[in-house]
């Protein structure tokens, strides 16, 4: 059974700087692409960055330069640092998993495992 259990959204102001973590509990295949995804109230869900198990990045244009996304296979543990956050960051921010190598993609159907959520204000 995996589980991913997302820590550290909150309120912030323009300008400030989160940084949410994903713990995966369960996970058996280090070999597993992970994503954040976040969906504001009204709105799709939508990828925000996606890592590879070798630790290569994607991200959307909007966060880019501005999200850092990042990963501990032996914690089996997915971070996201978000710098420089605006207003239209606000959403709910979930972590994803998939038992693939590359991700590929920033669509959620193509992702097996989620977080439960973490709310991010920025106000």
């Known amino acids: 059974h995996v589980q991913l259990v997302e820590s550290g959204g909150g309120s912030v102001q323009p300008g400030g700087s989160v940084r949410l973590s994903c713990a995966g509990v369960g996970v058996r295949d280090r070999n597993s692409c992970m994503a954040w995804f976040r969906q504001a109230p009204g709105k799709e869900r939508e990828g925000v960055a996606s890592i590879d198990s070798d630790g290569s990045t994607s991200y959307t244009d909007s966060v880019k330069g501005r999200f850092t996304a990042s990963r501990d296979n032996a914690k089996n543990t997915l971070y996201l640092q978000m710098n420089s956050l605006k207003l239209e960051d606000t959403a709910m921010y979930y972590c994803?998993?998939?038992?693939?190598?590359?991700?590929?993609?920033?669509?959620?159907?193509?992702?097996?495992?989620w977080g439960q959520g973490t709310q991010v204000t920025v106000s």
């Open positions: 994803a998993s998939d038992p693939r190598y590359y991700c590929t993609s920033h669509v959620a159907r193509d992702y097996a495992y």
